[in-house]
């Protein structure tokens, strides 16, 4: 008797909880799915109206077709890309970011502010001169090119959150490294590093959803198959005769596929790296 | 003896330069949208072109880098200014703009025109096409496959309402049949099919048919110095005719202000439009991806005219080769672009292409009399019957958004249409 | 602080501002140069001083723009940021069901924007037919989602919102879970409502990632292309052109480099503007230093 009211609100607890849970899951993947059922459609039926939620026939033809049309070159380029930009922003970032915590100097100020301003820049506007000056000195259509780009974007966010996480961790251990003769450089990369990780991989995650999903910079910048990234792949199959349903769904969900595993397998981390640092002024 | 070592010498000096010539490999690099690894006529006409130039001129080879095609005239310009383009670019009619106001393109008259016979150029059908793209004496681009606009309709409905192509040879025509053929087939209050389908989106547009009715009823939209003029009695009533089509006439789904051209032709093809006006290149893809009706009772009509009488204008688009002014390879180009607008390349273009024939030669052969090519000789005829040409010069790129444009503004109840014509004229000169 | 070694510091900042300078700053300053020339076909015909600023100031689809991309972010800001902070809230505690759903949420966050975009056009689309099915029964099947300019702008901030949510909420979680978890446990002895704890507790802690998830949310909602770009095109009419959607189309398709340039600058310094003033107010409300 007594324990029955407690009974019912846990019930009633649970029941909201569930109900909000779906609302969320339906409002978060719901396009998704219809993407990924109607990407196993046959082309005929996926335009098919009333649309059915549940296939007639299922077939993997589109996804043939996109691994045909050299998808795993175009997998690889967007891998390739992404990693190296990462290596590249975390390395240039951390050093910088550091330096920003751990050192008072004159322009230290300006330097931050400049780090907003470069952040508050629409890349599209950038677009053409950067064409011209790539092609200027030859990195046009190259995946150094793309790279040094993607750093560039990213090495501000990357700069701000690592810059937070620094100036949470304690400074005595860093003194007493210094006092045995560390440099700067080999303080934070014996140090600082090993006791950021989380920092680092929330960073490195934020470096990787831009670079492997962004668009508009590559299909400006290159223009030969061996350095397509896999974004402009799916954009291909917008098509000139015709936009291709099938295969422009297909790409669509295996480009979702791997980040998405990333993202899950390092979860536990982006977090508490966070935390630390990227939510502190 | 002595005779033995000369002969013996000019034979190695031979082998020698021949050799060296097999060496000295020329590689052209070129920008097309096709792709020639994917499927489709056109990519396997390109491929055999290729492969065959190649057999015939073993010191070139050709790599081809496909393009997103709506970006493809800006990305040579701007590559030949930085000084990387390739050595042959594709360039749409509606952008050679960007070509004819650049120092981008190679002069092709002494490169490949001159060398045409007497009997080619004879033989070739778009001569005129010339006019566009020549710039004092200077010839800036080459057509390869040309296409046109035209209206499509379907045979089944039309059949079944009792109208035929003759009823819709004018815009009139055309609102009276879509009245007609607008229904709703299965009683639940909401049309299902559409008297004729629009595409007014500004991304990723295509042809809008005010455009077609003011070329035609103003006689073009550009005067000699490339400054639009449209915004008179011929502009406004054939914007007001797409527009009562969504309001008034209820012929066309107010949806087709958020569609893009790809969109409408979707919704064709699902059957839900009855005509449209498309590209003719559109044909195939529209006969293979038709839902719900049998894509052979496709039909194709010229564009209808302002006055009866007179067929609306079949203007002359599709795409063009270009080869880079700053190419190192000016012969060796020149050569593939000859080969590829020649008649041994239009005959691929044609099959298994299915692009319009550019020869007489090609045109009057006997596959082209298959029944299954009769889009293709439908387009030719009216081609050679109403084909008008834009200028070159004149940049004339988004005027058909900008048609679009002045059509949702009236539509929406933004803008009275005076002025949005005026904002539309305003836009297609600024662009000059 | 290690204020002894006089250019260690700047010898560790060097190689970051080299890359920004190379592939930034250099740019900017060429798109600057643009702005203050005729540009045309990609080429520069002349000085002409503040012309393309003054004609771009006096052009009225970038005043209307302005007014679409002012509603846009507004109102996304406002919404992915509630949302955002509702989510955190609800899936604060640490368990197994409320990792899962984090990730689901960030689903659409970490997908490429062309890709969400594209899949929520065609959902929204009569062409999938599901908007249809949806709005039937509501006895509104003639509506057309994307074809009225108050619904097209909805779609556009529900783009947003689907997207970005996931951003406000992990920035925030990660706020959240930086509090001291005593000072909660105390309140909640004292008898303090959850209202109470909310205010007095949560709100003040948490102003910082506050800040910064608003400031960057902010950023990022003005400075899209993709949504616009790819969802509505700007339509219908121009109900949904923002002033980044207006300004690749003076650029790339109306190739007016120059007013391009000179609208792109612009955005630029009314963005630095912008997030001046945020940074000050907070600075008033709170103890941002």
Known sequence: MNRNPYMRLALRRAALRTVVNTVIVLFALAPIAWGVVSSLKPANQILEVPPRFIPQDVTLEHYERVIGDKGLLFLGNSALVSAITIVFALTIGSIAAYAIARYEFSGRRILMIFTIGVMSIPIASLLIPTFTLLSVVGLINTHVGLILLYT???????????YGYFLSLPIEVEQAARIDGHTA????????????????????????????????????????????????????????????????????????????????????????????????? | MKKFL????????????????????????????????????????????????????????????????????????????????????????????????????????????????????????????????????????????????????????????????????????????????????????????????????????????????????????????????????????????QVDWIEKD???????????????????????????????????????????????????????????????????????????????????????????????????????????????????????????????RATSEILASSGVLMPGKCNWGRTQADFNLATQQVVLGQAKIEDALREAEQATNDRQ | ?????????????GLAVLVELGFVIIPLVIGFWYSVNRVQFFQIRGFTGLENYWRVLNSPSVANALTVTIAFSVISLFLTFVIGFGLAMWLERSNRLNGVMQAVVLIPYMIAMLVGSMLLKWVFSKESGLSDLALAPMGMGD????????????????????????????????????????????????????????????LPLLQVPIFITVVRLFIHLVNTLTYPLILTGGGPGTSTETVVLKMYRLGFNDNVLGQANALAIMVFIVNIALVALLLRLFKKAGKIQ
Request: one cysteine or more; proline letters at 5%; aromatic letters at 10%.
């Open chain 1, 152 to 162: 560039a974007y990213q090495l501000p966010i990357v700069i701000w959150m690592l």
């Open chain 2, 250 to 376: 209820k012929v066309t789904p107010r949806e087709a202000l958020a569609m893009s051209s790809d969109d409408a032709i979707d919704q064709f093809a699902a059957g839900r439009y009855a005509m449209m006006i498309i590209a003719n290149s559109r044909y195939e893809q529209l006969q293979r991806t038709a839902a719900g009706w049998d894509g052979a009772k496709l039909a194709i009509a010229p564009v209808p005219g302002v006055k009866a009488g007179k067929p609306g204008p079949a203007l002359l688009v599709g795409w063009w080769a270009v080869q880079w002014s700053k190419s190192p390879n000016q012969k060796a180009a020149a050569k593939f672009i000859n080969y590829m607008s020649g008649p041994q390349g239009a005959s691929l273009w044609n099959i298994p292409g299915e692009q319009i024939p550019t020869y007489r030669s090609v045109a009057e052969r006997p596959e082209m009399s298959d029944p299954i090519r009769q889009g293709i």
């Open chain 1, 185 to 281: 450089l080999g303080t934070l990369r014996r140090v600082v590093l090993p006791l950021s990780k989380p920092a680092l991989v929330a960073a490195a995650l934020f470096v990787l959803v831009f670079s492997w999903n962004d668009f508009v910079v590559a299909v400006t910048m290159t223009s030969s198959e061996s350095v397509r990234t896999f974004p402009v792949a799916v954009y291909f199959y917008l098509g000139f005769y015709g936009r291709e349903w099938g295969p422009l769904l297909a790409s669509a969900v295996i480009s979702i596929i791997p980040i998405t595993a990333i993202f899950i397998i390092l979860q536990r981390y982006f977090i508490s790296g966070l935390t630390g640092g990227g939510v502190k002024g």
């Open chain 3, 143 to 202: 509506v057309s989602i994307l074809a009225n300019p108050d619904s097209a702008m909805a779609a556009l901030v529900y783009n947003a919102v689907w997207r970005d949510s996931a951003f406000a909420m992990i920035m925030l979680l990660a706020g959240l879970k930086s509090i001291p978890a005593h000072l909660q446990m105390a309140a909640r002895v004292d008898g303090a409502s959850a209202w109470y704890r909310f205010r007095r507790i949560t």
């Open chain 2, 6 to 241: 000369i002969i013996g010498g000019g034979l190695l000096a031979a082998s020698l330069m021949a050799g060296g010539a097999a060496f000295a490999k020329t590689t052209l690099t070129m920008w097309t949208f096709l792709d020639v690894n994917a499927k489709g006529g056109r990519n396997l006409a390109l491929k055999q072109m290729i492969s065959d130039f190649e057999t015939a001129n073993p010191d070139i080879k050709i790599k081809v880098e496909p393009q997103v095609w709506s970006t493809l005239a800006e990305k040579f310009v701007l590559g030949s200014n930085a000084g990387n383009a390739p050595d042959i670019g594709w360039v749409n009619s509606e952008n050679l703009g960007f070509i004819m106001n650049s120092d981008a393109a190679s002069n092709l008259k002494p490169l490949v025109l001159d060398g045409w016979s007497e009997h080619q150029k004879q033989d070739f059908l778009l001569n005129s096409s010339f006019t566009a793209v020549t710039d004092g004496g200077s010839v800036r681009a080459v057509p390869l496959l040309p296409s046109t606009w035209v209206l499509m309709y379907r045979k089944d409905l039309f059949d079944a309402a009792g109208l035929t192509a003759a009823d819709v040879a004018t815009w009139g025509g055309v609102t009276k049949a879509a009245k007609t053929l607008t229904k709703d087939t299965n009683n639940d209050g909401q049309t299902d099919v559409w008297g004729i389908g629009l595409g007014l989106s500004q991304e990723r547009f295509s042809v809008t048919p005010a455009f077609l009715a003011t070329v035609d009823g103003n006689g073009g939209i550009f005067d000699d110095s490339c400054k639009a003029k449209f915004n008179n009695e011929a502009g406004r009533s054939a914007v007001t005719m």
């Open chain 3, 1 to 13: 602080m290690f204020s002894s070694e006089k250019f260690t510091p700047y010898r560790l900042v």
